[in-house]
């Protein structure tokens, strides 16, 4: 199994930023994929970006240019670099672990993010 803690999140003004961090243990595979997912009220949870061991990246639309995911893999942390942060960015963030050696991906409990108008 797979432990993710996240950390980071919390209340800021719009245009303000935040870093979220996400630390994997247990039975971490060395090829493996990590991002970060967002769900707000009454919506859907949502990719927001995702990264490969290798440091391939991927991103919404809506965060492109404003958010970058980053990696240290001796550490098996992923963080997000949150900038120029809006109120619909307001959500619940969840880290999330998949590989090719689990059957399923893991989640990690998820960390409020409020950005006030």
């Known amino acids: 199994q797979v432990q993710l803690v996240e950390s980071g999140g919390g209340l800021v003004q719009a245009g303000g930023s935040l870093r979220l961090s996400c630390a994997a243990s247990?039975?971490?595979?060395?090829?493996?994929?990590m991002g970060w997912y967002r769900q707000a009220p009454g919506k859907q949870r949502e990719l927001v970006a995702a990264?490969?061991?290798?440091?391939?990246?991927n991103y919404a639309d809506s965060v492109k240019g404003r958010f970058t995911i980053s990696r240290d893999n001796a550490k098996n942390t992923v963080y997000l670099q949150m900038n120029s942060l809006k109120p619909e960015d307001t959500a619940v963030y969840y880290c999330?672990?998949?590989?090719?050696?689990?059957?399923?991906?893991?989640w990690g409990q998820g960390t409020q993010v409020t950005v006030s108008s």
């Open positions: 247990g039975s971490i595979f060395s090829i493996n994929a």
């Open positions: 999330k672990y998949g590989d090719a050696y689990h059957e399923y991906d893991y």
């Open positions: 990264i490969t061991s290798g440091g391939s990246t």
